[in-house]
């Protein structure tokens, strides 16, 4: 996956989230559930975008490891918001899952930044 590729996916990914949080119902603990899912859903796609213009190798794997962290903080706030019977498992297993994605490739590509090789025995 290209940067540009990645970049446009992770502000899809804040974008469905956007659109998740603005269906929520009212109420005061969905408000709260959704402030914190909202902030870490569209933080990933800023961090991402800041990771892609470092100025060093040690900058670019910093914003990836925050990338990372707000991608699975996204995960646990839908978690949460099914544990908690706010939502149905179904309206969340597509963003769970574009979650998921996004720390799967996140941690792979700071593993390359960091120059670790998988050694075959």
Same mark, same amino acid.
């Given at each position: 996956? !290209?940067?540009?590729?990645?970049?446009?996916?992770?502000?899809?990914?804040?974008?469905?989230?956007?659109?998740?949080?603005?269906?929520?119902?009212?109420?005061?603990?969905? @408000?709260?559930?959704?402030?914190?899912?909202?902030?870490?859903?569209?933080? !990933?796609?800023?961090? +991402? @975008?800041?990771?892609? #213009?470092?100025?060093? #190798?040690?900058?670019?794997?910093?914003?990836?490891?925050?990338?990372?962290?707000?991608?699975?903080? !996204?995960?646990?706030?839908?978690?949460?918001?099914?544990?908690?019977?706010?939502?149905? @498992?179904?309206?969340?297993?597509?963003?769970? #899952?574009?979650?998921?994605?996004?720390?799967?490739?996140?941690?792979?590509?700071?593993?390359?930044?960091?120059? +670790?090789?998988? @050694?075959? !025995?």
């Amino acid at each position: 996956m !290209t940067p540009e590729q990645m970049r446009d996916r992770t502000k899809a990914f804040a974008l469905a989230v956007i659109k998740f949080v603005q269906s929520l119902p009212n109420d005061k603990v969905s @408000r709260v559930l959704g402030y914190q899912l909202l902030k870490s859903g569209t933080s !990933t796609g800023a961090n +991402y @975008r800041a990771a892609t #213009r470092a100025q060093s #190798r040690a900058a670019f794997v910093a914003k990836m490891a925050i990338v990372e962290e707000e991608a699975d903080e !996204t995960a646990y706030w839908l978690e949460l918001l099914v544990a908690a019977d706010i939502v149905p @498992r179904s309206s969340v297993a597509g963003l769970l #899952r574009e979650a998921d994605e996004v720390v799967a490739i996140t941690v792979s590509s700071i593993k390359t930044a960091r120059g +670790y090789h998988v @050694r075959h !025995t």
